[in-house]
């Protein structure tokens, strides 16, 4: 790791974090997630290599704990990582606000974006017992991979969890949703309202009318979606409040 041969906190604290894709992975563990799969989805563009050799830098520098636990290893981020989320969710409504003015094209990474959706969404919040949702995008060009062809995604909410399906978890769908890549990334990021997608058809529900009506409910928006823009001003503590850091 190259140095900036200085005493100075600063420097040293950068010399772990500002290395590509560090704080990002910061962003999921501390956000819960623990198996190398997963951290994997929230950084789709970095290699496995890459990946393994930063947790295993994190990990010298106290960033994360590594276990086993039935057989799986996992991360969990050690106090002093816990001590970077208001740094890093600040610095996430920062950029919202001055510096992603508009998404582009390369930047709509349907695998993101469905990962970003699942975690957010509250089993609570629906019906008891099992609930799949499809998500069926238009712009079929934007869902092919190296491995396979993304024709639709499901989540799947049951017993308090939600998870995210590749491929039909096999039960019958309770709610489609139907849009193109772009829109349905602009609606999550609050570019677009829910409802001005809905009624516009930019968006199209069919499917269980319960599910419709309380859509507001459960379609939980990404966490940085209503940051007021400049000039309007930034209430710091109540962001971090909010927040719960």
Not at 119 to 125: A, F, N, V
Not at 148 to 177: K, N
Request: aromatic share 10%; proline share 5%.
């Amino acid at each position: 790791m190259k140095t900036y041969g200085q005493y100075c906190p600063l420097a040293k604290a950068t010399e772990i974090l500002a290395q590509r894709w560090s704080f990002l992975l910061l962003r999921d563990l501390l956000g819960g997630i623990e198996r190398f799969n997963d951290l994997q989805r929230g950084v789709p563009l970095m290699s496995p290599s890459l990946l393994s050799r930063r947790l295993k830098e994190f990990q010298a520098y106290g960033l994360i704990e590594r276990t086993k636990q039935d057989g799986t290893v996992r991360y969990r981020a050690t106090a002093a990582a816990q001590e970077l989320k208001p740094v890093i969710y600040l610095l996430a409504a920062w950029g919202q606000r001055w510096v992603r003015k508009k998404i582009s094209e390369d930047e709509c990474d349907v695998r993101l974006l469905m990962w970003d959706m699942s975690l957010r969404m509250t089993p609570s919040k629906f019906p008891p017992g099992r609930t799949v949702i499809a998500f069926e995008y238009s712009d079929g060009a934007a869902l092919h991979d190296q491995d396979w062809q993304y024709d639709a995604w499901w989540l799947l909410i049951e017993d308090g969890e939600s998870e995210l399906c590749l491929r039909d978890p096999g039960f019958e769908v309770d709610l489609y949703i139907l849009s193109d890549l772009r829109t349905m990334t602009d609606i999550w990021m609050g570019d677009i309202p829910l409802r001005q997608a809905l009624d516009s058809g930019l968006m199209d529900l069919h499917g269980d009318k319960r599910l419709i009506a309380s859509m507001a409910d459960w379609f939980v928006l990404s966490a940085h979606a209503r940051r007021p823009r400049p000039p309007e001003p930034l209430d710091m503590m109540a962001l971090l409040k909010q927040a719960g850091v």
